[in-house]
C-alpha cells in the first residue's frame, strides 16, 4: 500500500502563519517562500547563480549614493504589503538582491521600501522569475524590476530591466542589457559582465 504525503488529506499542512514562520529554524526558513500563506519550495542555484548575485549586490553596494541612505542585500525576505488577505495570510518573496530604502535595524522589510529586486534564473525557475514574480513585484509597486539571464555556459547571457508603469502597475521592459549593466535607476551605476561573471 502506498503511503499517501500528509498534505494529501491535510492540505493545511502546507500552510503557514506569519508566526509559524518566524518560529521556524533559519536552515528551514531558507529553503522556503510563501504565497497566501501557503508554502512554495525554493531549489538552490547554483554556485555561478550565488556568485553573480553576490558580486552584483556588492557593485551596487559600492555605487549606491550617501544619501537618501539604500542599502543593499541578498537573499533577504521582502514583505508584500498589498496582497496580505483578510484572512491575515502573509506573502513574501526572497530576491536574489534587493536595494532598499534604509529601515530600522531588526524590521521585516516590505516590499513599500525596495527600489528594486534582482532575481537571477536558474534552471527550473525562469517561469517563476519571468511570469509570477514579474507580476507580484509589480502589483507590490517595487520601481525595478531585474532579471539576469544564464546561458547554458553559466554565463550572463542578458539582463532584462523591468520598469514600473505606475497607471497601470505592470512592468514595461525599460531595456536589455547585453555586455554590461547601464542602470540610471534607482540610482546610476555601469558594470560589466565581466565583472560579475567572475
Excluded at 502573509?90 to 525596495?114: H, N, Q
Excluded at 527550473?124 to 514579474?134: A, C, E, I, M, R
Aim: glycine residues 6%.
Amino acid at each position: 500500500m502506498t503511503v499517501l504525503p500528509v498534505w494529501a488529506d491535510d492540505p493545511g499542512a502546507l500552510e503557514l502563519t506569519e508566526d509559524e514562520y518566524d518560529q521556524l529554524p533559519d536552515q528551514l526558513r531558507k529553503l522556503i517562500e510563501v504565497i497566501d500563506g501557503n508554502v512554495i519550495r525554493c531549489q538552490s542555484g547554483s554556485a555561478e547563480h550565488s556568485d553573480v548575485a553576490r558580486r552584483l549586490a556588492n557593485h551596487l553596494e559600492a555605487a549606491k549614493p550617501d544619501d537618501p541612505c539604500t542599502r543593499v542585500s541578498t537573499d533577504i525576505d521582502v514583505y508584500f504589503g498589498k496582497r496580505r488577505r483578510r484572512d491575515g495570510a502573509f506573502s513574501f518573496r526572497r530576491p536574489d538582491v534587493t536595494v532598499y530604502r534604509c529601515i530600522e535595524r531588526g524590521s521585516k522589510l516590505t516590499a513599500a521600501d525596495a527600489l528594486m529586486v534582482v532575481e537571477v534564473v536558474s534552471p527550473g525557475s525562469g517561469y517563476t522569475d519571468t511570469v509570477d514574480k514579474l507580476a507580484e513585484y509589480a502589483y507590490e509597486g517595487i520601481p525595478v524590476y531585474l532579471i539576469v539571464h544564464l546561458g547554458s555556459d553559466l554565463y550572463i547571457k542578458m539582463i532584462q530591466e523591468y520598469r514600473l508603469d505606475w497607471a497601470s502597475r505592470v512592468y514595461r521592459l525599460a531595456d536589455t542589457h547585453e555586455g554590461a549593466l547601464l542602470l540610471e535607476s534607482p540610482f546610476a551605476a555601469a558594470i560589466d559582465f565581466a565583472r560579475l561573471d567572475g
